[in-house]
């Protein structure tokens, strides 16, 4: 079968939706969206190995005291990806570093150099739990951010998702947590020290 024949059997089956007669999209409006998509999703991504040359500018990321944070040291070799300004103008430039834990650093360019805004690090255990939306990894997640940003709260944050309760109930059970509080877990996943 052909893909004219194809098409033709497929809006055959279609039912007429409220306005009447099924339409095709026109090739116009199918070349904007597609334009727009790619636009949005490749939104200047480049992946370079820890060492580039590229990552030179970023140079403020290794003055930030990590373990104050309850971070781990920066890794010595991997891949990471440098996005650009973000669509809000909440920061400059976004460094994404693969690994487990996984982490994100943004910054801000002052005019001669990108500072430090934050960062986050997500350490993914190994059970699974089931959520409404399907079965996920427990993880920690700690974050620290120097100002209030889209998605972010000013400050440190440790949170733990996943089967476990990390503190008798109460309403914050797993949000606002302590390093002394995930840190035994860390080390039996075997993520820390």
Request: hydrophobic letters at 35%; one cysteine or more.
């Amino acid at each position: 079968m052909g893909a004219v024949q194809a098409l033709k059997r497929w809006r055959s089956r279609c039912a007429p939706c409220g306005a009447g007669e099924w339409r095709p999209v026109p090739p116009a409006i199918l070349v904007l969206c597609n334009i727009l998509l790619l636009a949005a999703t490749g939104s200047c991504m480049r992946d370079v190995q820890i060492g580039d040359a590229a990552l030179k500018p970023f140079d403020h990321m290794y003055s930030v005291d990590r373990a104050q944070y309850g971070f781990t040291p920066l890794p010595k070799s991997g891949r990471v990806w440098i996005e650009g300004k973000s669509p809000d103008a909440d920061y400059d430039a976004t460094l994404h570093f693969e690994g487990n834990p996984h982490r994100t650093i943004s910054f801000r360019w002052d005019g001669r150099a990108y500072q430090w805004l934050g960062e986050q690090e997500v350490f993914e255990g190994p059970r699974m739990y089931e959520t409404p939306d399907g079965r996920y990894h427990e993880r920690v997640v700690i974050t620290y951010s120097t100002e209030r940003a889209f998605g972010t709260m000013k400050g440190l944050h440790i949170q733990y998702v996943g089967p476990e309760s990390m503190r008798p109930a109460s309403p914050e059970t797993n949000w606002s947590l302590t390093a002394a509080e995930v840190n035994p877990l860390l080390k039996r996943w075997g993520l820390k020290e």
